[in-house]
């Protein structure tokens, strides 16, 4: 009864998970998350928070199989969708609240959804055929779920206490996660001591590709990036704020005003300060730098922030609390379609203890 | 006051003794909580209203942080897989029976003297004929029982010293100081 | 009335005492040593209360309750950070295996 | 689990000029209920045996630990300034003077650990979005329903503690001379309820999360003795 009768207002404003490989298309990612914030539609934290999962782009196989283990973890009523082009998100965000609405869709765990139908600038519709969210052929060494297994003893700790260790998979499904990017980290506690980059689907190139260079421009980057900063850190709306300047075109001294208020806000400041940003990944020897240089460089003409690969960002996370490793992910940015991995996953640990 | 007195005692018991068959740690120390809270509301019930509660507050307090430690320190915090650590366990038994029966045989045979119209009232009264039972406690504590109370006071911050002189460690200075903490 | 009370409230502080004192002694993990002591002293706490509620409202026994509570904290503060010394140095949380530390 | 400890915490609280309990030791027992709520988010958190739920719940614990030494002594001290452990008795004390007004950084340190205590605002660690919901990750349906609407009610029913503690209870302020609605204590608490509410609405608007290492140091080099010197403070007042 509860239940049914708060199904109403959770098809209003359903949570939404989004799902994207390395490879998207910036621009749809950008596309969903303005038309998402257009309504409201708050981001899903966990699949069990979730109403509506979303695909963004074509995912490859493995990414599949990490959508298709997510999905048998969302609670009915639940709409599975895709979006492969800009110009279909908001019939396809139109139609997955009509299916949450209606029963045809609610609790069916079908795999396929129906497509965005592409409208066309003219208004007919065209390419009205249901398309498949997953490509077939997918193996079933589903990544995500990350299920803790007592192991050896850490490899590196500090607090001096050899604690249990737990190896898990990290991502690639996580608010304001770099897409496609899977960390293998070895925990003691919540601290990581040991972490492998692998970018779902995308193997490392071999030789030195294109260097992070982002297709958005260098403001837009860097908004980009403190918008997921300040969503992690819970800053809501200093974090609407920026994406919103993000999607459309601000005015330069619009910019600078918002880079000056986030230098100046002293309990931003103080919540970013004494995080250090070891291997020299970046320019910036700490988190509050990157923060500060991120915001300070708005409106100006500086070259675009460094974005490192995924393999030297999660070489910075060794060390640090899972939380704060989330934050300092999210600051790097890491570009990952520039590939890493792939990562053997760790052995399931022997059950045994270490000092039993 | 008999029934809530007995049901109370008898959940304190058989939740202390689950303490040492749980399979997980997690699970003992909230058997354990569950012994102290049993015993707390036997307190609030016999009038001791503030320090039942305090009870409460300290020992949730404490066994939070004791399944941290647990986790932390100990095999098996989930519950993975079945556990038993126990030595000597015959004789353990033994020494606890003989306990046990010595001291309800000391406390059904002794004859108690109570002192007479004390403790007459129903499960919330108890001997509230005088003051107040926390002010009572706190005049105690800040008048006749000073000495007492200094010597808790004493001995905390000689546990605050102690506890930290012996759980710092060298190695974790060296971490700090290498910026990785 | 007051007395058959008191015989009940102090049969299961008795039986706390024991449970406590079976695990303390069985047990070889330092952390569930610390908890049978507990038990035990959770019984003494239970005894002082019914010995207040029997005798007239004694002050002593509610200071003593403090003392108890007291003790506690401190039993579960030192405890802890031996065994957290312990496990630094050695690994090990098990009291049998600390004995060898003597040496 | 989190509902029940809300509602027994909120039972003590006089709501208006009685409380649905009127317990001498209210203030203490509203402190033990808002622990149990410690317990309760550690527990979901543990329960589902996942990566990010688990390190949810061991948040609790630095959070716990650092607001709690700061937020004890902040309920003592007016019911040190009252003589009374009891929240009616301590609104009842304060018919010329909010101890709002007198005693402001307990007050201050009062309204920080309003939002610790519900695991909201900055202090939204242990469910935080950084480990994407934290103690509440795993859990969906009925029980996150319970989980995240008990939260508000431990929000609320510690906000609720506020106006007894430090605004007067259902009394009009004493500015306003005269009663104007006399008769209608439930009226005066709810006004203040939803202004001690606002004012919680600010500080989450004003400060991001809070890093847990970050808040603890806070909490032991400023709040604690900040905590200590007003409960001094009051308590030589209180003797003079």
Do not use: C
């Not at chain 1, 819970?234 to 919103?244: F, K, M, V």
């Not at chain 4, 902040?74 to 609104?91: E, Q, R």
């Not at chain 4, 609407?149 to 906000?159: E, F, H, P, Q, V």
């Amino acid at each position: 009864m509860v239940l049914r009768s708060l199904r109403s207002p959770v098809a209003r404003r359903p949570h939404v998970l989004t799902i994207a490989p390395a490879t998207v298309d910036p621009a749809l990612r950008l596309a969903v998350e303005a038309d998402l914030a257009r309504r409201r539609w708050p981001a899903a934290d966990s699949p069990a928070d979730t109403d509506v999962v979303l695909v963004l782009g074509v995912p490859g196989p493995r990414l599949a199989d990490v959508v298709r283990a997510v999905w048998a973890t969302v609670p009915a009523p639940r709409v599975l969708t895709g979006v492969t082009t800009t110009g279909a998100v908001r019939s396809v965000l139109d139609d997955a609240v009509a299916g949450l609405r209606g029963r045809s869709h609610a609790g069916n765990a079908s795999l396929r959804a129906s497509s965005g139908r592409e409208s066309t600038s003219s208004g007919a519709v065209a390419g009205a055929d249901d398309v498949d969210v997953l490509a077939s052929g997918a193996r079933s060494d589903a990544l995500l779920a990350p299920e803790p297994q007592m192991a050896d003893l850490a490899f590196y700790d500090r607090d001096g206490l050899a604690l249990d260790a737990l190896h898990v998979a990290l991502g690639p499904v996580l608010p304001h996660w770099p897409p496609g990017l899977v960390v293998h980290a070895t925990l003691a506690g919540d601290l990581i001591t040991d972490a492998r980059a692998e970018v779902l689907d995308v193997p490392a190139r071999v030789g030195p590709g294109s260097r992070g260079r982002s297709p958005l421009g260098p403001d837009r980057t860097r908004l980009d990036v403190l918008t997921r900063v300040l969503g992690l850190l819970g800053a809501d709306h200093l974090a609407a704020r920026a994406r919103q300047l993000r999607d459309r075109d601000p005015v330069p001294g619009e910019l600078t005003t918002f880079g000056r208020r986030l230098r100046r806000h002293r309990p931003l400041r103080w919540a970013v300060r004494g995080v250090p940003l070891v291997g020299g990944v970046v320019e910036e020897r700490t988190l509050e730098q990157r923060v500060a240089n991120l915001a300070g460089a708005l409106g100006g003409s500086l070259p675009p922030p460094v974005r490192p690969t995924a393999e030297k960002a999660v070489q910075a996370l060794i060390g640090l609390e899972l939380g704060t490793a989330r934050l300092v992910l999210a600051a790097l940015d890491p570009d990952t379609t520039l590939g890493a991995g792939p990562v053997t996953p760790f052995a399931p640990a022997e059950v045994a203890h270490h000092h039993h | 006051m008999i029934a809530l007195v007995s049901a109370l005692g008898a959940v304190a018991v058989v939740t202390g003794l689950l303490v040492f068959t749980a399979d997980s740690m997690a699970r003992a120390t909230f058997l354990l909580l569950g012994s102290f809270v049993a015993v707390a509301v036997v307190l609030i019930g016999f009038g001791l209203g503030y320090l039942g509660t305090v009870v409460i507050l300290m020992m949730t307090i404490e066994m939070m942080i004791m399944v941290v430690f647990m986790v932390m320190l100990m095999m098996n915090p989930a519950g993975l897989m079945p556990m038993t650590m126990v030595h000597n366990r015959r004789g353990s038994w033994a020494i606890a029976l003989v306990v046990f029966g010595l001291l309800t045989a000391g406390v059904w045979l002794v004859p108690f003297p109570v002192r007479a119209g004390a403790a007459t009232g129903g499960v919330t009264s108890g001997p509230a004929a005088g003051p107040d039972a926390t002010v009572a406690l706190g005049d105690a504590l800040m008048g006749g029982q000073m000495l007492t109370m200094m010597t808790l006071g004493l001995a905390l911050l000689a546990t605050i010293v102690g506890t930290v002189a012996v759980a710092v460690s060298r190695r974790e200075g060296r971490a700090e100081r290498r910026g990785i903490s | 009335m007051t007395e058959l009370v008191l015989r009940i409230a102090l049969t299961a502080p008795a039986a706390l005492v024991a449970t406590g004192l079976y695990g303390a002694l069985s047990q070889q993990s330092v952390v569930m040593i610390m908890m049978g002591l507990e038990l035990v002293v959770n019984g003494l706490i239970l005894g002082a209360g019914a010995f207040w509620w029997a005798g007239g409202a004694p002050v002593v026994a509610s200071v003593l309750i403090v003392v108890l509570v007291t003790v506690m904290a401190v039993e579960m503060a030192m405890g802890f950070a031996v065994a957290l010394a312990i496990y630094r140095a050695r690994q090990v949380d098990l009291t049998d295996d600390a004995e060898e530390l003597a040496g | 689990m989190l509902p029940v400890a809300a509602v027994l915490a909120l039972a003590v609280v006089p709501l208006g000029d009685r409380a649905p309990v009127d317990l001498d030791v209210g203030v203490v027992w509203f402190n033990a209920m808002e622990v149990v709520a410690w317990f309760v988010v550690w527990v979901a958190g543990w329960g589902p045996n996942a990566a990010t739920s688990v390190a949810g719940g061991y948040r609790v614990l630095p959070l716990g630990l650092a607001y709690e030494i700061p937020h004890m002594l902040a309920i003592i001290t007016p019911a040190i300034a009252a003589g009374s452990l009891s929240p009616g008795a301590i609104a009842a004390a304060q018919h010329d003077l909010w101890y709002a007004v007198w005693m402001p950084a307990a007050f201050l340190l009062y309204l920080l650990s309003v939002a610790a205590m519900a695991f909201w605002g900055p202090f939204a660690a242990p469910l935080g979005r950084d480990l994407a919901g934290g103690a509440a990750a795993e859990h969906a349906g009925l029980d996150r329903l319970l989980l995240l609407a008990g939260r508000w009610m431990l929000l609320t029913a510690a906000a609720a503690m506020a106006v007894p503690l430090f605004l007067g209870g259902g009394a009009p302020p004493p500015i306003t001379g005269p009663d104007p609605l006399p008769g209608l204590p439930a009226l005066w608490f709810a006004v203040k309820l939803v202004v001690v509410l606002g004012l919680l609405l600010v500080l989450r608007r004003a400060v991001p999360m809070l890093r847990m290492a970050r808040f603890a140091t806070l909490a032991w080099v400023v709040l604690v003795p900040l905590a200590v010197a007003q409960a001094l403070v009051v308590t030589l007042v209180v003797l003079a």
